[in-house]
């Protein structure tokens, strides 16, 4: 049941210099695919490109066929309150149940606050985010 | 002190080649009876050490290589008696494996004198103070040069490498007159003692430099000269001879190779052939007098011309007039030599990456930068950035724990950089302007 709200993020490899983002950002574009939300970690002269897409299958496909290294991760996504203490309660409840966020990252707009996270363990971070009454946002809600 | 050993470097040179002869028939004889390496070397090729009968016959000897180096890791190339060795030092071969070089008593003391010679030839005596700048340890450079300028009997400071503005300092604090490093470190030594606002000309007793360990050209010399206020003098050796044995004179035309030291012969490295007095071509180094580790013929992979011309010092022993490079792919970075297959051999060692690099050396300020770029294989591809970093820092612990110099680690996608072989020349890009 609570499987529907493991989300597939994709993960790409990407060289730190101009133009880079542009034609992965490109490739996404020509292939009709949407980001929901996108987050950069750098390390010295290369990045990990993390994105939501609507069609990560297809995304991962196009991409590796454009030489792109690409992984498909497992997060969640949690519905915030758009308003101070929204983010409090969630890490609370991950503290609570001693869960440990690897990264986050999250976008606001169109009346809903969505943090993004990959943690330790995924399975019991959906069950102690649920039984503390919060949303998630669920696969099919992306695509 | 205009001389360190009168009789010697004042012979005529039919003088010096009478006895390279004399030496040349003793090291042959003493390697074939001792060394089983060239035992079966000479007999292999037909030579006995009583065919040697006239200098040019050193090139019917078996020659050495590094691979022959490689080989024999890490003592099958001593001769005995082993309890009469000393001292080891330890330099970079071509792949993982290093290159143990062995002294006995007597080694040291030639080589000590063989620099201590050269050191006087600059117009140095006991009066100086040596600042040596040059890396102490399994480094031959730091210790030969201390040696030698003890064995001089002028005074020497053991600075070592680094710390650049202490070195400023004791240039300050103590009459040091002479300072040993590489000719980039001297740079940057300017640079910092500028930026301390202290004059090497005017607030320190500095007044020649003895460098080497690196290549460098005539307008870096310039800019030493110009900026440090010295006389730069540029220095040659190498661990598998010793270490730094031979300096340029008071005239700094040329380095002079000790005849009694060295017997070095230049050849096109094409045909085998001698080349011409004066004619550039590849070195081939025997010395004539080391116990422990003598290396016939050894081909030391740098290019040279040699003259016996005779020198405006009042010196017949030859010249190496410049180094203009390598017959292989080595490179000098910090005075540290280094081989391509070096890394290529550390990356097999890392499933993570594949085996497809490519190094980039420049200069930042006055200091080396090495920089080396491997594909992340896409198996090891994972979205935990930590873990990439470590793959990283994997990489870059290993290749200085093999090439002894910090290096930049920048990995990239796979397929991404020049493959194989055949395009060697861009697995390296040497951006620096010697």
């Known amino acids: ?143 | 002190m205009p001389f360190f050993n009168h009789a010697i470097e004042t012979l005529r040179r039919s003088e010096i080649e009478e006895m390279q002869l004399k030496l040349l028939r003793a090291q042959a004889r003493r390697m074939y009876e001792r060394s089983p390496f060239y035992h079966a070397r000479m007999r292999e090729v037909e030579v006995m050490p009583d065919d040697i009968t006239r200098l040019d016959d050193v090139r019917r000897l078996p020659t050495t290589k590094k691979t022959d180096l490689r080989d024999n890791y890490p003592d099958k190339l001593f001769v005995p008696p082993l309890e009469k060795i000393v001292r080891y030092h330890v330099s970079s071969g071509t792949t993982g494996q290093p290159t143990v070089v062995a002294y006995t008593r007597n080694d040291i003391e030639m080589w000590s004198e063989s620099l201590a010679r050269a050191f006087a030839s600059t117009g140095m005596g006991e009066s100086d103070v040596i600042q040596v700048a040059n890396g102490y340890g399994l480094f031959s450079g730091g210790m030969g040069m201390h040696y030698a300028g003890e064995k001089l009997g002028a005074t020497v400071l053991p600075a070592g490498t680094g710390n650049t503005r202490r070195q400023v300092q004791f240039m300050m604090d103590l009459p040091v007159t002479c300072i040993a490093c590489t000719p980039s470190y001297m740079l940057q030594i300017a640079e910092v003692a500028q930026s301390m606002g202290v004059s090497l000309q005017d607030d320190t007793r500095l007044e020649r430099g003895i460098l080497g360990a690196e290549p460098w050209s005539d307008s870096m010399k310039a800019k030493i000269e110009d900026e440090a206020g010295i006389k730069a003098y540029n220095c040659y050796g190498a661990s598998e001879l010793s270490g730094p044995l031979f300096t340029e004179c008071e005239a700094q035309d040329g380095i002079h190779v000790w005849g009694d030291m060295a017997l070095v012969e230049i050849i096109d490295p094409d045909t085998g052939e001698a080349c011409a007095d004066g004619e550039k071509g590849e070195m081939i180094v025997t010395m004539l007098q080391k116990e422990a580790m003598p290396l016939l013929r050894y081909r030391i992979g740098d290019m040279s011309s040699l003259s016996w011309d005779p020198c405006e010092c009042g010196r017949e022993h030859p010249r190496l007039m410049r180094l203009t490079g390598r017959v292989d792919d080595m490179m000098v970075i910090r005075g540290i030599n280094v081989f391509p297959s070096q890394v290529e051999h550390l990356l097999y060692e890392v499933p993570e990456v594949g085996k497809n690099f490519q190094i980039v050396v420049d200069r930042v300020g006055n200091l080396d930068t090495m920089l080396i770029k491997v594909e992340l294989e896409p198996e090891a591809f994972t979205d935990d950035i930590l873990k990439l970093r470590h793959i990283n820092r994997q990489v870059a612990d290993g290749l200085k724990a093999v090439l002894n110099i910090k290096v930049e680690v920048q990995l990239v996608g796979p397929g991404t950089l020049p493959k194989g072989e055949s395009e060697k020349a861009s697995r390296v890009i040497d951006k620096r302007v010697m």
Do not use: W
């Open chain 1, 1 to 143: 049941m609570s499987e529907r709200y493991i989300i597939e993020q994709i993960s790409m490899f990407c060289k730190n210099e101009p133009g880079r983002l542009a034609s992965m950002a490109r490739v996404l574009e020509e292939n009709g695919i949407n980001m929901l939300a996108l987050s950069i970690a750098e390390a010295n002269d290369f990045g990990v490109v993390r994105a939501l897409v609507d069609k990560s299958d297809r995304a991962k496909e196009v991409l590796t066929d454009m030489g792109f290294m690409v992984k498909v991760t497992e997060v969640i996504g949690v519905n915030m309150r758009d308003e101070p203490g929204g983010l409090t309660c969630i890490a609370t409840t991950l503290a609570d149940a001693d869960i440990n966020i690897d990264y986050a990252y999250a976008y606001s707009g169109k009346g809903a606050a969505v943090l993004i996270l990959r943690v330790s363990d995924t399975m019991v971070a959906v069950k102690a985010i649920l039984d503390a009454g919060h949303e998630l946002l669920s696969r099919d809600q992306l695509g």
